[in-house]
């Protein structure tokens, strides 16, 4: 049976969000305001701006309004390094709830984001899932700045590698 947008933006979706919550458990525990860039995020920041992507932009497609100015209940920044994994997964829990409540032909529903007309479908795909993908990848270099390993996401990392080799 052929899936329709939603589904498969569904899946893939909740795949990658596995593998940012193994990230997020993988952070360096004492580096939460490690800052190699003075005006960049911290680690800690910019971990938990990919639970701010999943809720902002998952609640603005649902309602049919994107809203950054209106702060979203139960989206407080966690202090600590080991509250980041388990805060992200209830934020995108009730993200992927929101969606999930949507009908598949609401994806080709417009509306404005950053000032252009938008449909939901693109919004989902490049602002919320490539857009939170994109900060994953920065988060998997500050941590490796900051001394700790990040798991393999597409692949094995070096150290996954060595240990399939036995090294």
């Not at 860039?37 to 990919?50: C, I, T, V, Y």
């Not at 007309?117 to 939170?132: E, K, Q, S, T």
């Not at 001394?147 to 597409?154: A, E, K, W």
Request: hydrophobic share 40%; charged share 25%.
């Amino acid at each position: 049976m052929p899936m329709n947008e939603l589904e498969i933006f569904l899946g893939t979706w909740e795949q990658e969000a596995k593998n940012t919550e193994r990230l997020l458990a993988a952070l360096p525990k004492t580096q939460y305001d490690f800052r190699p860039d003075p005006k960049g995020r911290s680690l800690g920041e910019l971990a938990w701006h990919l639970a701010e992507i999943d809720a902002y932009i998952a609640q603005g497609v649902a309602k049919g309004k994107i809203d950054f100015e209106t702060k979203l209940p139960g989206l407080e920044r966690p202090r600590a390094i080991p509250e980041l994994a388990p805060g992200y997964k209830r934020v995108h829990e009730a993200a992927v709830s929101a969606i999930k409540a949507l009908k598949p032909e609401s994806l080709d529903q417009k509306q404005t984001f950053m000032g252009r007309p938008m449909r939901n479908g693109d919004i989902l795909w490049n602002v919320l899932l490539f857009h939170a993908i994109h900060h994953r990848g920065q988060l998997v270099l500050l941590t490796r700045l900051a001394g700790g390993t990040p798991p393999g996401i597409y692949g094995p990392t070096r150290e996954e590698m060595a240990a399939m080799r036995g090294n």
